[in-house]
T-cell receptor, first 115, second 114 residues
């Protein structure tokens, strides 16, 4: 029972390069989220999805795109990486309605450095 | 708009001391959920507790306890007899309803020294 799996775990990009972060969940959760974590700022929501084929902007969406072609996968793309996107990225998933005491399941994070 | 404030950015205690981590939230919703997560040095987020706005009962789990007070919009977390393994960053978070996006506080880094 893997829960939420993020790949890759670490990545170093040069400014202007592109990359895609993959999030996969095996819990049949409807909702999926991408957060970024920066020192002293907690986690901030980038984009989220309430179901297959749907996406929406969160608090800090600029510079990112997302897609959810399959219910179990939520991709985060950086088209032209910038040093300001150096961060730790967390994916999470949840049911649409509360069906368990845990609510949200987080991946282990992706540490991205843009040089 | 929702907001979560963790005013203590860093706390340092000596092992076996009790420590309280403060969390103050703002929301206009009458139904909401509050969470605490622990982020150890390894980096993952570990769920600790969820509390809904209808339930103001305090909760105790081993050395951990939570004090939820709607009157002051606070959801404070106390560790009794702290241990070195409690050293981590702790996040308080709020959501409007289950399955919605979480709003996180800035986190409190707790350092427990032997």
């Amino acid at each position: 029972n893997a829960g939420v799996t993020q790949t890759p775990k670490f990545r170093v990009l040069k400014t202007g390069q592109s990359m895609t972060l993959l999030c996969a969940q095996d819990m049949n959760h409807e909702y999926m989220y991408w957060y970024r974590q920066d020192p002293g700022m907690g986690l901030r929501l980038i984009h989220y999805s309430v179901g297959e084929g749907t996406t929406a902007k969160g608090e800090v969406p600029d510079g990112y795109n997302v897609s959810r072609l399959k219910k179990q996968n939520f991709l985060l793309g950086l088209e032209s990486a910038a040093p300001s996107q150096t961060s730790v990225y967390f994916c999470a998933s949840s049911y649409a309605q509360s069906t368990s005491n845990y609510g949200y399941t987080f991946g282990s994070g992706t540490r991205l450095t843009v040089v | 708009a929702q907001k979560v404030t963790q005013a203590q950015t860093e706390i340092s205690v000596v092992e076996k001391e009790d420590v309280t981590l403060d969390c103050v939230y703002e929301t206009r919703d009458t139904t909401y959920y509050l969470f605490w997560y622990k982020q150890p040095p390894s980096g993952e987020l570990v769920f600790l507790i969820r509390r809904n706005s209808f339930d103001e009962q305090n909760e105790i789990s081993g050395r951990y306890s939570w004090n939820f007070q709607k009157s002051t919009s606070s959801f404070n977390f106390t560790i009794t007899a702290s241990q070195v393994v409690d050293s981590a960053v702790y996040f308080c978070a709020l959501t409007r309803n289950a399955g919605n996006m979480l709003t996180f506080g800035g986190g409190t880094r707790l350092m427990v020294k032997p």
